[in-house]
């Protein structure tokens, strides 16, 4: 038996005389190790009302670790409230389906918490719960029922992606097939998420109080050529400072777009190191 996820709805369409729905999961239905399966396993999708439906893959992106999928639905499946991304602090509630269908859910708070050791994907939030079982690819939702992400399992405490990178990535693939984004090669924190004392140390003696703290430097990277080392301070990316990594991603996306707008193009991605 292959993995069991959970998805959300990102749309419904009629063509030919049929709904088709799609659905955005976890990558891991259909990819091992950023690979895709070969053969791909065949793909069911359980309905709220317990019916079971053939899905049809249709793109994955190893690097956020989301797959696209469509189905063929006789009844109308409404896609959820839509928000924006989840917030530092803020409580949550993931949702997942089990092997029966039925709903499970965990609550948690969106944590201050980074984690930079993950070369190019520091763009994860966590949340102070595991997800329920079956619970990758399930939905974040806020108090008022709007989805701001998805969860992933990770130990001791679920990740998120936020749902402003998710809705872009469908978006960019829904246009141009594919996705694209800067590699910049760089594990990052952000200043105001280091020690209260470090701040102020790096402040009175640099005179820094806004940027990105490099932790980790991949190999063989543009970063790596550029001279760019552990315990550098990145004042700013194209003079954005004040982002959360979260935002910080949807800005390398936002680079993305420009090029694939005009692929002959080449877009630079330009550090302030102090």
């Known amino acids: 038996m292959g993995s069991q996820c959970t998805g959300i709805i990102m749309g419904q ?16 239905i259909i990819s091992s190790g950023g690979t895709l399966l070969d053969p ?21 992106d190893d690097h956020y670790d989301i797959a696209l999928l469509e189905i063929d639905a006789d009844l109308p499946l409404q896609r959820p409230s839509i928000g924006s991304g989840p917030e530092y602090g803020q409580e949550v509630f993931i949702l997942a389906r ?10 948690g708070e969106i944590l201050w918490l980074e984690e930079s050791d993950f070369i190019d994907r520091s763009y994860q939030m966590f949340v102070s719960c595991e997800a329920p079982v079956a619970g990758n690819g399930g939905p974040v939702i806020d108090h008022d029922g709007n989805v ?5 399992y990770s130990r001791p405490n679920a990740a998120v992606l936020s749902i402003s990178t998710i809705m872009t990535c469908i ?3 829904m246009k141009f097939s594919r996705i694209a984004r800067p590699i910049h090669g760089l594990g990052v924190r952000t200043f105001e998420f280091l020690d209260v004392s470090l701040q102020e140390e790096i402040s009175v003696d640099h005179g820094i109080d806004t940027g990105f703290i490099v932790h980790t430097v991949s190999d063989y990277s543009a970063a790596e050529s550029l001279g760019i080392l552990p315990g550098d301070v990145i004042v700013s990316f194209d003079d954005q ?3 959360s990594l979260p935002q910080l991603e949807d800005y390398l ?3 993305g777009w420009t090029f694939l707008n ?13």
């Not at 089990?98 to 609550?107: C, E, K, P, V």
């Open 148 to 152: 701001t992400g998805m969860a992933f």
């Open 40 to 60: 791909l396993p065949k793909l069911s999708v359980g309905l709220p009302n317990k019916t079971i439906l053939d899905g049809q893959f249709l793109f994955f």
């Open 241 to 243: 400072h004040t982002l």
């Open 13 to 28: 369409w009629e063509s030919k005389e049929k709904q088709h729905t799609l659905i955005v999961t976890c990558s891991k």
């Open 253 to 255: 996306l936002s680079l």
């Open 262 to 274: 005009n692929s002959s193009s080449t877009v630079d991605l330009k550090f302030m190191i102090s």
């Open 98 to 107: 089990d092997s029966g269908l039925s709903l499970r859910a965990r609550h």
């Open 171 to 173: 978006e960019m693939w």
